[in-house]
């Protein structure tokens, strides 16, 4: 069974993305619904308590007082993602550089979920080995590789900007520096109530302008565009 390409590839991606966006929103939930509620009193002892980084589901790291359960849901979330950019350009068609340096940066991704899902199984923190080679690659040079993808086929257009623009914003670091401070405008000393959550918008703006529902032939047209470009 070989790797699927076109219609059918354009349908996992955005399923998978879908799937990372829902695992993230649930682990959210059950970090902060019950201590920091949508709209309720963030003050509260109890909150602040909930915002200690040693209640991080993402990255797993000692000290950690973590449900375990938050984590294994936030790490195979990681995993689907990674999984999906893999893919990604089985939809967004990509030069051999293109396609080499995307999967390069994911693999960072792909560690950081696996040991954070691993850590929620065993229920202690799992190590990993070259840790700062692995954040280095999930949150500086993912962003840069995904940014790298947006010269492709013109048949592209604004979908390929927007999907990658998307998938930019999901990343650390535009996360914590941009996205979320839109999205949840409250000050904290560690982490902010529902911080995670706010890649969950970005997520599913990227599996939206992916178009799943194009019909084959849209694909066709794509690819041999692409084609002629090389």
């Avoid at 899902?117 to 962003?143: F, K």
């Avoid at 979908?159 to 979320?180: D, E, F, I, K, Y």
Wanted: charge should be positive; include cysteine; glycine fraction near 8%.
């Amino acid at each position: 069974m070989g790797i699927p390409a076109g219609r059918s590839a354009s349908v996992l991606v955005s399923l998978l993305l879908v799937g990372a966006a829902v695992l993230v929103a649930v682990a959210s939930g059950l970090r902060w619904a019950s201590v920091c509620p949508i709209g309720g009193d963030w003050e509260a002892a109890a909150c602040q308590t909930r915002q200690d980084h040693r209640f991080d589901m993402l990255p797993v790291a000692a000290p950690w007082d973590a449900d375990p359960t938050w984590s294994l849901l936030a790490g195979l979330g990681l995993v689907l993602l990674g999984v999906a950019l893999l893919l990604l350009p089985r939809v967004l068609p990509a030069r051999r550089w293109q396609r080499s340096a995307l999967a390069v940066a994911t693999v960072g991704l792909l560690v950081e979920g696996s040991a954070a899902a691993l850590s929620g199984v065993l229920s202690r923190v799992v190590e990993v080995p070259l840790h700062g080679l692995v954040v280095y690659l999930w949150v500086l040079a993912l962003p840069v590789a995904l940014l790298l993808m947006l010269p492709g086929p013109a048949s592209g257009g604004p979908r390929r900007g927007l999907v990658l623009g998307a998938l930019v914003l999901a990343t650390p670091l535009p996360q914590v520096l941009l996205v979320s401070r839109l999205l949840v405008p409250y000050a904290s000393y560690d982490a902010t109530p529902w911080s995670e959550a706010s890649v969950v918008p970005c997520l599913l703006v990227a599996a939206l302008a992916i178009r799943p529902w194009r019909s084959q032939s849209d694909f066709s047209n794509q690819q041999r565009a692409h084609s002629l470009s090389l």
